[in-house]
Nanobody, 122 residues
Framework: VQLQASGGGLVQPGGSLRLSCAAS????????FKWLRQAPGKELEWVSG????????DYADSVKGRFTISRDNAKKALYLQMNNLKPEDTAIYYC????????????????RGQGTLVTVSS
């Protein structure tokens, strides 16, 4: 199982970034996925989740209305569109595979990628 996140970088407050996660080594369309993040000195935080078909999504209150999770099962890819970024969004973002088909609002996971750093600063 491999999960490779990319797309992080430095962005000004109010800006946008799109994170991508390429998956391999398992049946991508059989599992729900989630994005997690960890800010410096803080615990791992659940950000968003999507079910195996992509028809159901969920968001942490802190990002609702600003972030959009999506997936392309044909490409075995997961995405996180982040708009109106705030300094408090600064963190390492991880894509993670759930152990089931459904969304879970937890920071637990079956597999996790290496993460991509998002820094929001002027």
């Amino acid at each position: 199982v491999q999960l490779q996140a990319s797309g992080g970088g430095l962005v000004q407050p109010g800006g946008s970034l799109r994170l991508s996660c390429a998956a391999s080594g398992f049946s991508f369309s059989s599992y729900a996925f989630k994005w997690l993040r960890q800010a410096p000195g803080k615990e791992l935080e659940w950000v968003s989740g999507i079910n195996k078909h992509g028809g159901n999504t969920d968001y942490a209150d802190s990002v609702k209305g600003r972030f959009t999770i999506s997936r392309d099962n044909a490409k075995k890819a997961l995405y996180l569109q982040m708009n109106n970024l705030k300094p408090e969004d600064t963190a390492i973002y991880y894509c993670a595979r759930s152990g089931s088909q459904s969304i879970s609002r937890t920071n637990t996971y079956a597999y996790r990628g290496q993460g991509t750093l998002v820094t929001v600063s002027s």
